[in-house]
């Protein structure tokens, strides 16, 4: 069965620190990927997506994620966090073969150190 | 331009108890989406609905029904409720089905006692 997992529950990270997500999927074709962002109390908000061309990918709020066909991994960077990136991070991919439903991993919650 | 806004914000209610969430949309998107996020499992797909008319189950549709009442409009009615529907409720809504961006409301906190 298709699935997506973050390794990472939770992550701390101090302030100005770069910060790598990991986030791999179970799918034999290449899917369309996503992250998204939540902070707390609020909905969903995409942070960038994955559809095909260029690997690297730039996305809001200063993030990039980088697709590696071969490790079957889309996982996201960001070079040096700020407080405010404090949240929790979804990965998510569209199957072609499910009419594109997301499945989404368990989530990331990311920890800012002053 | 308010994006997708879900009513009520807040529920609590016994066991046995019905309700209706209301979720609308003002971005003039065709498909629509009930999700429930449960602590350490991520979102999981309730019902959707690729276009007005259409409304089709997701992962986990038992114990739900939902309505697209126009293309502003997809409800989610729990019928009988039970503690095991106690979760946080998201609709979104995407321009079209073929992998757009989904665009999340705030979410409904529904507790059952």
């Known amino acids: 069965a298709q699935s997506v997992t973050q390794p990472d529950i939770h992550i701390t990270v101090s302030e100005g620190a770069s910060l790598e997500l990991r986030c791999n999927y179970s799918?034999?074709?290449?899917?369309?990927l996503f992250w998204y962002v939540q902070s707390p109390g609020q909905g969903l908000q995409l942070l960038l997506k994955?559809?095909?061309?260029d690997t690297l990918v730039q996305g809001i709020k200063g993030f990039e994620a980088e697709f590696k066909r071969s490790q079957s991994s889309f996982n996201l960077r960001k070079p040096s966090v700020h407080w405010s990136d404090a949240a929790e991070y979804f990965c998510?991919?569209?199957?072609?073969?499910?009419?594109?439903?997301?499945?989404w991993g368990a989530g990331t919650k990311l920890i800012i150190k002053p | 331009n308010a994006g997708v806004t879900q009513t009520p914000k807040f529920q609590v209610l016994k066991t046995g108890q019905s309700m209706t969430l209301q979720c609308a949309q003002d971005?003039?998107?065709?498909?629509m989406y009930w999700y429930r996020q449960d602590p350490g499992m991520g979102l999981r797909l309730i019902y959707y609905?690729?276009?007005?008319?259409?409304?089709d189950k997701g992962e986990v549709p038992n114990g739900y029904n939902v309505s697209r009442l126009n293309k502003r409009e997809f409800s989610l009615r729990l019928e009988s409720a039970a503690p095991s529907q106690t979760s946080v409720y998201f609709c979104?809504?995407?321009?079209?089905?073929?992998?757009?961006?989904?665009?999340f409301g705030p979410g409904t906190r529904l507790l059952v006692l």
């Open positions: 979104a809504s995407s321009l079209t089905q073929g992998g757009e961006t989904q665009y």
């Open positions: 971005m003039n998107h065709n498909s």
């Open positions: 609905s690729a276009s007005e008319g259409t409304t």
């Open positions: 799918y034999g074709a290449t899917p369309y």
């Open positions: 994955y559809f095909s061309g």
């Open positions: 998510a991919v569209g199957l072609m073969d499910s009419n594109y439903q997301l499945i």
